[in-house]
């Protein structure tokens, strides 16, 4: 049964992934993958949510399975961001590519982290 919960995440959470990004790289005249940066950092804190209230209230494992593992797995993406990381460094866009690798990671963590602070366990 987990497994069909991951799943079913997954086919909500990639097609998402999808059209946020094309929705936001649309909106932007640049080489940076704000598109791929936002999917992340939404994940994670996304992620870092649930995990928070699966600590503090119990949220199910089966609850996990669909919306942590299926849709936050799904929705972000480490291959689109470290191919579009190299497709900025083989362009000869140094500093875009440096902030999005540093940045992206350093955004994805702390969107976890203040997730987790917001809805995890007292005390």
């Known amino acids: 049964m987990t497994e069909l919960l991951v799943f079913v995440g997954g086919a909500v959470g990639a097609p998402t992934r999808y059209l946020i990004d094309r929705h936001i790289q649309q909106r932007y005249e640049t080489v940076f993958p704000f598109g791929t940066l936002t999917v992340n950092v939404v994940g994670s804190l996304l992620l ?23 849709f936050c ?11 579009e990381t190299v497709r900025l460094l083989q362009d ?20 976890a982290v203040a997730g987790y602070g917001l809805a995890g366990p007292v005390g």
Do not use: K, P
């Open 73 to 83: 797995g799904a929705l972000t993406t480490f291959s689109t961001f470290g191919f």
């Open 48 to 70: 870092g949510v649930l995990l928070g209230l699966s600590e503090g209230i119990g949220v199910s494992e089966g609850a996990v399975a669909l919306l942590g593992f299926g």
């Open 92 to 111: 000869g866009s140094l500093i875009e590519a440096g902030l999005n690798a540093l940045g992206s990671l350093l955004l994805a963590a702390i969107a």
